[in-house]
């Protein structure tokens, strides 16, 4: 069976005449350019623990096969704002699964980016455990059902937002959650 048991996150931009050359910067400022990344889907395995950048890094190999959890988001526009984020929402209860969430928009600033991918992970956690989905204006609304339930345990995030190459060029930005053995 296969279920990770560490998760990390990061992120990164990238710039390049080129679009998928921007791509590739962007995933080597974040670290994980050397691997075959799969995609994959938006739960945080049970038991799963986070842990940092450099921690996660340990013992990878170039070439080797990563699973992640990534959002990206491009632009050649000069000055244009571009964001990307993935959000983490984990239950109490470590033997229940939480839930990943990537988001990547226009006009948004990281911290804006970082809190829509979390409000989005503790919403999509919160229909798992029977509460019905709810927002407030500062999308902490299941954060607060959850602690009077006893249920939350925390929300995380990552994001990278940036400004359009000033000359055209692609900008690039991209976080992930990378999924461990």
Excluded at 61 to 76: E, H, L
Aim: glycine letters at 10%; a neutral charge.
């Amino acid at each position: 069976m296969l279920v990770p048991s560490r998760l990390f996150l990061t992120r990164g931009t990238g710039r390049h005449r080129e679009k998928l050359i921007s791509w590739e910067m962007a995933l080597h400022d974040a670290g994980i350019s050397s691997f075959n990344l799969v995609r994959v889907s938006s739960i945080f395995p049970p038991k799963c623990k986070l842990v940092t950048r450099e921690q996660g890094l340990e013992g990878l190999v170039p070439g080797q096969v990563v699973f992640a959890v990534i959002s990206a988001n491009a632009t050649p526009e000069p000055g244009r704002l571009v964001a990307t984020s993935i959000g983490l929402a984990t239950p109490r209860d470590s033997n229940r699964h939480g839930y990943l969430s990537e988001h990547h928009g226009f006009g948004e600033t990281a911290a804006a980016a970082g809190s829509h991918a979390e409000s989005v992970a503790a919403q999509m956690l919160s229909a798992s455990l029977g509460l019905p989905p709810e927002e407030d204006a500062a999308g902490k609304g299941p954060k607060r059902s959850w602690e009077q339930r006893g249920d939350f345990a925390e929300t995380t995030s990552i994001a990278q937002s940036a400004f359009g190459d000033r000359n055209g060029r692609w900008t690039t930005v991209v976080a992930a959650a990378v999924l461990l053995p």
